[in-house]
């Protein structure tokens, strides 16, 4: 028995010695890296950042694959069902991992149970911004408005679903104040009637708001995160103006579940020693963002609240998606 047990324990050993090695020399090929949404939004700056540092440390190329279709379904639900090797990545956010399971009845992936979170890299806060021509001055006087002339004010998103829609959805609805919707087919569209006049107020991405604040064209009224924006120092957040509401988008790197835990370590010390570079720290900083630096399960509980709470919001405003 004893000579038994030494030829199945050298079997198994040898079985084994095939899947360390592929552990250790992960990765040895191209890993695709899904963007769930056009180039030149949040989603393709951020995953094109991590991309480049990633693939420089590794020493492979981390390709970014832009694989869009219904807002950010498609991409994240091919993410999803791919093979769990770590050779295909999702970048995740708040719009595809937490939003949509409150926007789609039969929504074809689970954020927690397909997902596992290697790391969050960075959150931005959202700005409501005004046509610059119009009366009121800040939140609270936009509220006051409102309550007094319901349905009288307009307010642009980049579609019906969009984090935009949703966070402004979800103020009005806090608010008790009824302001019309005009959907938009993305930012630009909504930007162009915003400057012109045409629709009165929109919530869009700290980062790109603020260009247009800078140059004069539009008017900042309230930043939704939990502290005012550096950008914008003199700008109050919505709690300050007197609505019990906070959203900043995160975006990360996320792996199909059942990931070998010998590649989810090595890309977790990877998102680790990527994220604490100065010159990524700057480069997120630099647009806006506030540097995260959460990996595994401190970037779970974060995924976790927000997948918690904000599908029961999109459900009680009776969002669904286009």
Not at 236 to 244: K, M, R, W, Y
């Amino acid at each position: 028995m004893t000579m038994r047990r030494r030829l199945l324990t050298a079997f198994a050993l040898a079985c084994a010695l095939p899947l360390a090695a592929q552990a250790q020399v992960y990765p040895n090929k191209p890993v695709r890296v899904v963007v769930p949404q056009p180039p030149g939004g949040g989603f393709d700056t951020v995953g094109r950042l991590m991309a480049d540092r990633l693939g420089r440390q590794t020493g492979q190329p981390f390709v970014v694959d832009n694989r869009t279709g219904s807002g950010t379904l498609v991409g994240t639900d091919f993410a999803a069902k791919a093979p769990a090797d770590g050779y295909t990545l999702l970048v995740g956010s708040v719009s595809n991992l937490a939003l949509n399971p409150g926007l789609y009845a039969n929504l074809p992936y689970d954020s927690m149970r397909d997902f596992e979170p290697v790391g969050l890299l960075v959150s931005y806060s959202y700005t409501l911004v005004a046509r610059k021509d119009l009366p009121q001055q800040n939140l609270r006087d936009v509220l006051a408005y409102a309550k007094a002339n319901p349905g009288k004010l307009t307010y642009a998103s980049a579609g019906v679903g969009s984090g935009q829609h949703v966070l402004a959805a979800a103020l009005w609805h806090m608010a008790g104040v009824d302001v019309a919707h005009i959907p938009y087919r993305g930012a630009q569209p909504a930007y162009q009637d915003l400057l012109g006049g045409r629709v009165d107020l929109f919530f869009d991405l700290s980062p790109t708001a603020r260009v247009q604040v800078d140059a004069g064209k539009a008017k900042a009224l309230a930043v939704s995160g939990a502290a005012r924006n550096p950008m914008h120092p003199e700008v109050p957040t919505v709690q300050e103006s007197g609505a019990d509401l906070q959203l900043e988008s995160w975006f990360g790197l996320f792996a199909p579940a059942k990931t070998p835990p010998e590649v989810l370590q090595r890309l977790r010390a990877e998102f680790a020693k990527m994220a604490a570079l100065p010159e990524v720290q700057e480069a997120l900083v630099k647009g806006g963002g506030k540097p995260l630096a959460l990996v595994g399960d401190d970037a779970r509980t974060v995924v976790r609240r927000d997948v918690d709470t904000w599908p029961r919001i999109v459900k009680t405003l009776a969002i669904r998606a286009e």
